[in-house]
């Protein structure tokens, strides 16, 4: 066809692509002069009359589209002619699979920002009542300016459902199509939803979430809902994004997201939640920059995932702060600010548990105490020595927050009071008293390790030196101006011993190599926290009382393998299937699909 002319004014140049549908062209507009894009059908595909002349019909309504994401058509073949084609734009760019698989996205972010601009052109073509059919990432175009475009919206519906097969196979693509396509059942603007679905976990995840050896084992795992949930498949997808696209691709129409508008609200609302609602300021640039655009991404997302997860954590939300804290910990595991939060939530979860305790061990005290004063107890009365859980807590409160700053210990110890004066009875009362107190001081302390550590900063930078959190300055009288001057303590000298040779030690905010650590670090007497970090063991952090007497305190710090992850998937769609992993003495067992913790020895 190349040097032909169709519709007596378009000039075929060039093929730049074929599909199961049509042949695309490059060719130029001999009147207005500019270059367009000519999609031919296959001979097969509108042959017969009654197809021409509903390709015609359909293409009169799809040339209606108008929309800044959408592929705009100029012209199309009418009933006589002797091939079907249509005209449209021609792109300069790539398709969204050829992209993403050039730069895969790092933050599933951007393929949530992709959702809502093609869920833009999806609300207007469903206004006009056309479904799209096809929706994939290869009919999805980038163009260079940075722009979505999507394509052959209609194909399907003007091919029409007598010619659902093509040389033997489905009209379309398998791994989009939405269950009652498959079934050929009637469509509706749900199933342009589960499609959409489809190229959004894939640009998040860089996977499908429907595979298969074969097109027929494809469409059944389709037919089976049997996919890897999002965040499976890639830890930096969080749970929210994950069920969203659960409710996308769902087996049922009525379970999907209602149309592309809902669909859209709700990844706006997803993206709003960790301020990046503003698409504009950030997709256009991840499509002519990607390397950039990830990269500038990157602290904007830990520090808005932070943010978040911390104020979960201060309503008392915690397996919502674990949600933030674990995406961030999934973009940099050793985050050290997130780090602690969880840590201190493990510990508030331990002192739940300890507080269930020793309720328990009262009220059995005190049905041991009351049957031995039953009539006739032949048994003495044993004594039950056990303190007030509440009053435990305020102890508890009262002591730790005499390290933390005024307001925060004031803060701190206010709210233990409030709960001791209470006088709760129920158990559920004194269990919320724990959590209350412990969540309190959980979040002063790591608001005071931060400030901690950017003072330690901001003092390196300068020159100066101060003592870790916990070892009072020299204050008054130390030079003699106000009050009786206090003896100066003596410097310890720290050497370390650890298993790991290239691992790093941050004493009083200043990180030291082996070099250093090994040789001896000189720190004022006191209490003095330590951090072990080495990138393939798991982080040990320890608080030395140095008293000063003696000059020189060796620390011995084993560090221990982190856990490695196993994540066994079966090409033929089985996920049932039990997994079992011998690793020396220890046998893990696990099921195909889902990740699996491998532990690695406890000795480097």
């Keep these: 066809m190349i040097g032909e002319i169709l519709g007596e004014k378009y000039l075929v140049e060039e093929e730049v692509g074929q599909g199961g549908m049509s042949i695309v062209y490059r060719g130029v507009d001999t009147v207005l002069k500019r270059p367009v894009a000519i999609k031919v059908l296959h001979p097969h595909l509108s042959s017969r009359k009654d197809s021409r002349e509903r390709f015609e019909r359909e293409a009169q309504a799809i040339a209606k589209l108008s929309h800044p994401n959408i592929l705009q ?39 949530a920002m992709m959702g809502v601009e093609l869920c833009g052109a999806l609300e207007h073509a469903h206004e006009l009542g056309i479904i799209h059919r096809d929706i994939k990432p290869e009919n999805v175009m980038v163009c260079d300016d940075g722009v979505l475009k999507l394509m052959d919206f209609g194909i399907a519906q003007i091919v029409g459902s007598h010619t659902m097969t093509v040389t033997g196979t489905l009209l379309g693509s398998p791994a989009h199509m939405s269950p009652e396509m498959i079934e050929g ?13 489809t190229l959004i976990y894939f640009c998040a995840t860089g996977e499908l979430p429907f595979t298969g050896p074969n097109p027929p084992l494809v469409l059944k795992a389709i037919l089976e809902g049997d996919y890897v949930p999002a965040e499976m498949a890639n830890p930096r997808v969080g749970r929210s994004l994950s069920r969203l696209l659960d409710r996308c ?68 939300r915690v397996a919502s702060a674990l949600e933030y804290f674990n995406r961030v910990l999934a973009i940099e ?26 309720i328990a061990l009262l009220l059995s005290g005190a049905a041991i105490y009351y049957a031995s004063n039953l009539p006739d107890a032949p048994t003495p009365k044993p004594t039950v020595a056990a303190a007030d859980p509440i009053l435990v807590a305020y102890e508890s409160a009262r002591t730790d927050g005499a390290s933390l700053a005024d307001d925060t210990r004031a803060s701190v110890v206010a709210v233990a009071s409030r709960v001791s004066d209470a006088k709760a009875k129920s158990y559920e009362a004194v269990v919320e008293a724990w959590v209350t107190v412990a969540s309190a001081r959980d979040v002063a302390e790591i608001d005071l390790d931060a400030a901690a550590a950017a003072a330690a900063r901001s003092d390196r930078d300068a020159g100066r030196t101060r003592p870790p959190r916990g070892v009072p300055d020299a204050g008054p009288g130390a030079d003699g101006s106000d009050g009786p001057a206090r003896p100066a303590a003596k410097p310890v000298s720290l050497r370390f011993r650890v298993n790991q040779p290239v691992a790093t030690i941050e004493v009083g905010g200043r990180v030291y190599s ?10 004022p007497a006191g209490p003095i926290r330590y951090v072990v970090r080495h990138p393939d063991c798991q982080t040990r952090r320890g608080t030395i009382v140095a008293d000063g007497v003696s000059p020189v305190v060796d620390v011995k710090v084993n560090l221990v ?31 195909v699909g889902r990740r699996m913790e491998i532990p690695i020895g406890n000795d480097p």
């Design 73 to 111: 058509i100029f012209d199309f073949s009418e009933a006589d002619d002797h091939k079907s084609f249509i005209v449209t734009e021609f792109i300069r760019g790539s398709t969204v699979r050829d992209f993403i698989d050039a730069y895969p996205v790092q933050f599933p972010e951007i393929a």
């Design 185 to 197: 059942l009637p469509l509706d603007f749900r199933a342009d939803v589960f499609s959409l679905g």
């Design 249 to 316: 691709l769902a087996r049922h129409m009525e379970d999907r997201f209602s149309s592309a508008t809902e669909l859209k609200d709700a990844l706006l609302e997803l993206l709003a939640d960790v301020d990046l609602a503003r698409i504009a300021d950030w997709l256009p640039e991840f499509f002519v920059a990607p390397a950039a655009l990830q990269e500038r991404m990157r602290p904007h997302l830990l520090q808005a995932l932070e943010r978040r997860g911390r104020e979960s954590l201060r309503a008392k």
């Design 333 to 358: 595991p050793e985050h050290e600010v997130v780090l602690g939060l969880i840590r201190r939530i493990d510990r508030r979860r331990k002192l739940v548990v300890y507080g269930m305790g020793t």
């Design 514 to 523: 082996r070099g250093q650590w090994s040789l001896g670090i000189t720190m």
């Design 561 to 591: 393998w982190k856990p490695a992850f196993l994540l066994v998937r079966d090409k033929g769609g089985d996920t049932g299937a039990s997994v079992q992993v011998s690793t020396g003495d220890v046998v893990v067992t696990g099921k």
